[in-house]
């Protein structure tokens, strides 16, 4: 029923128990924040109407609240901008406004909250967003980590398995284990690919003296066969990434990355030559 509301990473996970790091207060995170990216606009979750359209310069900020079928709402804080009125009827994926820093703030983000019935500061209603949404970017980070040896289920919903094998990683890369894969972690996760690329075409017999598929082999082939292969590993992340990577329309350090992914998932086949 709701898709992602803004490009960006997820930066910050819902948590009933959030303590404040200085206090030790315990101060709840009733949503999700994705990062500043560089498209920053924001879209109706799901279809429904506009019921708070605020423009605040504390707490929430500039905010909005959408209600939808059976009672549900979505909220969206801290923007920059709202494109949007009060009782004005929105289809899903609709630009609604743009992500900013205003109100209680200390960065670019967006606070997203989803709330199974009117939204209330008492909280009753609020449900953990990133168990509802399927998000490329989270699609991404199950392929990457699957490349690395965990199982996940390539599903774009950010839970406890997944948030689990970010901390696993984290910890045994010695980064900040919160469980959150900001570009950090993601960047971390990338290179640990690439590595593993360099390492098997650096040393492509097993113990067997099997030469596994490597990186140039992969480039070598014919493109279709490739993106063939990628459509059929569920590595397109949408049919509009796939359309974007057939047209070109990709950064070299996209391109480049997705080969990687791609070889990666070729070694994790046992694709073999020879
Ligand atoms: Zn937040």
Known sequence: MFIKPCRGLLMSLFDKSRKNPVTGVVQPHWGIDYGNH??????????????????????????IIITHINGWETVY??????????????????????KGTTGNSTGIHLHFEISRGQWSN??????????YIDDPDVRHLQQSLNKLGYSLTVDGIYGAETTKAVLDYQKKNGLTDDGVAGPLTVAAIEKSIAAIITATTNNQNNENGVRYLNLADWQK???????????????????????????GKMTVDQAIFLMTVIAGAALNDGNRIQ
């Open 38 to 63: 560089a498209d920053n606009t924001i879209v109706a979750s799901a279809s429904g109407t506009v019921r708070i359209a605020v423009n605040s310069t504390t707490g929430f900020g500039k905010y």
């Open 77 to 98: 804080a801290h923007l920059a901008s709202i494109n949007v009125k009060v009782g004005q009827k929105v289809s899903q994926g609709q630009l609604i406004g743009v």
């Open 122 to 131: 008492s909280y009753k209603y609020h449900v953990d967003p990133a168990l």
């Open 221 to 247: 082939k014919e493109t279709a066969e490739v993106y063939k292969f990628a459509r059929e590993k569920g590595i397109f992340s949408s049919a509009e990434h796939e359309k974007n990577v057939l047209e």
